[in-house]
């Protein structure tokens, strides 16, 4: 299975940048593709697809969350930081058929 | 609105079975495929088993292989998930979620349900 690390926790000032990345010990390309998505998740709340595709967003998803990366390397970047914005994010990749694996989560505060 | 209501979830005791449903509206649900996954406090996300438009393609992760199964009825909008020898480490928060469109590899999560939870225990 393909393993995703992510940080544990990041903790940035209101108005500011984060930026949460994700890396995989296997290449998730695939003919012009990256298969990494990102969620966020509230307390008490499922999880809501934020990003496809390593840099689509999301239908609803406003401008401030935006996604790069290809290869085994990526990165989720909030900018500006609002409070609303305090949950945990998580990596997902679908290079091949299942399994798909998650990263380990990395929760987001403010300082 | 796309919407996911999951039902059938409970206190179950080792070994027994339960049957988890998720009814869903807001879109065509023969069109998509469809998963489960699941969420602990220790193993966080884990996504359990997905299933194909007409139901005829179902992966299952390893650990449940031959223990669960899940299936749909696109006439009822509704997909399942059996669970048989449940085990402790089976317990979890159980989300349905429809994938991003009707193919069934290398697909995302697009809409999840809000979860129903699952206690293995005696």
């Known amino acids: 299975d393909i393993v995703l690390t992510q940080s544990p926790a990041l903790a940035v000032s209101l108005g500011q940048r984060a930026t949460i990345s994700c890396k995989t010990n296997?290449?998730?390309?695939?003919?012009?593709?990256?298969?990494m998505h990102w969620y966020q998740q509230k307390p008490g709340q499922q999880p809501k697809l934020l990003i496809y595709?390593?840099?689509n967003l999301a239908s609803g998803i406003p401008a401030r969350f935006s996604g790069r990366g290809s290869g085994t390397d990526f990165t989720l970047t909030i900018d500006p930081v609002e409070a609303d914005d305090t949950a945990t994010y998580y990596c997902?990749?679908?290079?091949?058929?299942?399994?798909?694996?998650f990263g380990g989560g990395t929760k987001l505060e403010l300082k | 609105e796309v919407q996911l209501v999951e039902s059938g979830g409970g206190l179950v005791q080792p070994g027994r079975s339960l049957k988890l449903s998720c009814a869903a509206s807001?879109?065509?649900?023969?069109?998509?495929?469809m998963a489960w996954v699941r969420q602990t406090p220790t193993k966080g996300l884990e996504w359990v088993a997905s299933?194909?438009?007409?139901?005829?393609?179902?992966y299952y992760r390893d650990s449940v292989k031959g223990r669960f199964t899940i299936s749909r009825d696109n006439a009822k909008n509704t997909q399942y998930l059996q669970m048989d020898s449940l085990r402790s480490e089976d317990t979890a928060t159980y989300y349905c979620?429809?994938?991003?469109?009707?193919?069934?590899?290398?697909?995302?999560?697009?809409?999840w349900g809000q979860g129903t939870l699952v206690t293995v225990s005696s």
């Open positions: 807001g879109f065509t649900f023969s069109n998509y495929g």
């Open positions: 299933i194909s438009t007409g139901g005829g393609n179902t």
């Open positions: 979620a429809r994938l991003y469109d009707g193919t069934y590899y290398r697909n995302w999560f697009a809409y």
């Open positions: 595709l390593a840099s």
């Open positions: 997902q990749q679908s290079r091949n058929l299942p399994p798909w694996t």
């Open positions: 296997q290449n998730v390309d695939y003919y012009g593709n990256s298969y």
